[in-house]
């Protein structure tokens, strides 16, 4: 089993989130790598926004990779509850593997960051599952289960859904993820991998033993049984009609 949890961030709120992930998953046994998708916009606009440099010891998520994994975590950023334009560039480009279907049947799983409360969370996480679904790949949720106390905490303010971890950034993007946000992200990242676990060790179901003997006896004397499913029907009792009874009102 190998998860893999590719993320955008642009203040660095995202990336804690991603690293805290990858170091749940590792302390799990989980066999896990982080990746970041590339950054399309100019290091002149970046440097207006004043963005931090981006991590390069962390690799640039390309399409082939994709194919090596068994589940994913995307960590994405809100840009007016949607994703933003730098994931949504890279996704844009899975349309060879939509067409061969090489993700269809894959778990996958979201966290968000926000600046603010009422910023677009959970709007960006309904948001965005249409690009996931479309490659026919399931959902898994958050949920509440471990995480009940920290989602229903009302001692202090904090992102996160039922749908994923979050966080808040803050307006001017000063506030860092908090420590009981980056405890939701542990929590999903260890509940995400039990459910990747359960999809990549399923196995087709055997077929019992005195089954497979019936249907080779089927195959090699077909008028014995034909004969003993006609035998089998005469022995059957005979309906018998009376007023209380319509044979024909039986619905089949």
Not at 18 to 28: D, F, I, N, P, V
Request: aromatic letters at 10%; glycine letters at 10%; proline letters at 7%.
């Amino acid at each position: 089993m190998k998860i893999a949890i590719i993320y955008y961030s642009t203040y660095g709120h995202v990336g804690k989130l991603s690293a805290t992930a990858l170091e749940a998953l590792k302390e799990a046994n989980v066999e896990a790598d982080l990746f970041q998708v590339p950054e399309t916009l100019p290091q002149e606009v970046l440097d207006k926004m004043y963005a931090p440099p981006k991590d390069d010891s962390i690799p640039i998520i390309t399409v082939e990779d994709l194919t090596k994994y068994d589940g994913f975590l995307f960590g994405l950023p809100t840009r007016f509850g949607n994703l933003p334009a730098q994931f949504k560039s890279f996704w844009d480009q899975t349309g060879g593997l939509w067409a061969n279907g090489a993700l269809n049947g894959k778990p996958f799983g979201i966290f968000v960051s926000t600046g603010t409360p009422g910023g677009g969370q959970e709007a960006t996480f309904r948001n965005s599952l249409s690009s996931f679904i479309h490659h026919g790949m399931i959902y898994v949720p958050l949920g509440y289960g471990e995480a009940f106390p920290l989602l229903t905490n009302l001692e202090e303010v904090h992102g996160g859904s039922p749908w994923g971890a979050g966080a808040y950034a803050g307006a001017d993007g000063s506030r860092q993820p908090s420590e009981l946000e980056l405890k939701l992200v542990q929590i999903q990242a260890k509940n995400f991998a039990s459910v990747v676990e359960k999809f990549t060790s399923t196995k087709p179901a055997e077929v019992p033993a005195e089954k497979k003997v019936s249907e080779k006896v089927a195959e090699k004397e077909p008028e014995k049984v034909e004969q003993s499913t006609a035998r089998q029907a005469q022995q059957k009792p005979a309906v018998k009609e009376d007023d209380s009874f319509c044979s024909k009102c039986i619905i089949m």
